[in-house]
């Protein structure tokens, strides 16, 4: 069974700290790896992918990739309560085309 | 530029009924993947279709189907409705073929499907 665990949370960050989102996966042939976002009542917004290890900025988001521990995390920094969402974890899995498995989603929430 | 589009946004069926959701992909996408999203879970792949056919599937029973048409809009048929099956349906488009600019999905917006 290929998995994606995250921490449901609520994380709870104060305004201007940095958030840090965590995600593991089973099937270590993975390729890429995708952060989404999903307001209360929205679909998911495809917010940062990643194929490499390492890291992977874009504006107050980064993406980091450990193939070896089969771990992928997001950080978001100055975070903002517009940034209040759950974050989803989405993993293509090796084998599939473009089947992205999803976790369960970590929900953030950022206070004033 | 139009994005993925989903009908109807929100609908209420009983037990046993049928229903069916629809969806048109981005603009200039031709692959369309289905997900069933329950309350405070992540979503969960249904199936994906391409070229008018099912291309992968997932842990999903047989009531479950779909078909996607030659300009690659796509239906998804519930049969035989369980209230278990009251959940967030979501469809997402993708461009064909390998390649990371191909594995992104957009999303539509979803149909919220309440099972009576």
């Known amino acids: 069974q290929k998995e994606v665990e995250q921490n449901s949370g609520p994380l709870s960050v104060p305004e201007g700290a940095i958030a840090s989102l965590n995600c593991t996966y089973s099937?270590?042939?993975?390729?890429?790896f995708f952060w989404y976002r999903q307001y209360s009542g929205k679909s998911p917004e495809l917010i940062m992918f990643?194929?490499?290890?390492g890291d992977k900025e874009d504006g107050r988001f980064t993406a980091q990739l450990n193939k070896a521990s089969q771990y992928v995390s997001l950080l978001i920094r100055d975070s903002q309560p517009s940034d209040s969402a759950t974050y989803l974890c989405?993993?293509?899995?090796?084998?599939?085309?473009?089947?992205?498995?999803f976790g369960a989603g970590t929900r953030l929430a950022v206070h004033p | 530029d139009a994005g993925v589009t989903q009908s109807p946004t929100h609908l209420i069926k009983t037990r046993g009924q049928q229903v069916t959701l629809r969806c048109s992909p981005k603009?200039?996408?031709?692959?369309v993947s289905w997900y069933q999203q329950a309350l405070g879970q992540g979503p969960q792949f249904i199936f994906q279709?391409?070229?008018?056919?099912?291309?992968q599937r997932g842990n999903f029973p047989d009531r479950f189907s779909g078909h996607q048409f030659p300009n690659y809009s796509s239906e998804l048929n519930v049969n035989a409705l369980l209230l278990g099956d009251s959940a967030l349906y979501l469809c997402?488009?993708?461009?064909?073929?390998?390649?990371?600019?191909?594995?992104?999905?957009?999303f539509g917006s979803g149909t919220q499907l309440s099972v009576l």
């Open positions: 997402a488009s993708s461009l064909s073929g390998q390649g990371a600019r191909n594995e992104k999905l957009f």
């Open positions: 099937d270590r042939g993975s390729q890429s």
């Open positions: 990643i194929y490499s290890n």
């Open positions: 989405a993993v293509r899995f090796s084998g599939g085309y473009n089947k992205l498995i």
């Open positions: 603009s200039g996408h031709d692959t």
């Open positions: 279709y391409y070229e008018e056919e099912e291309r």
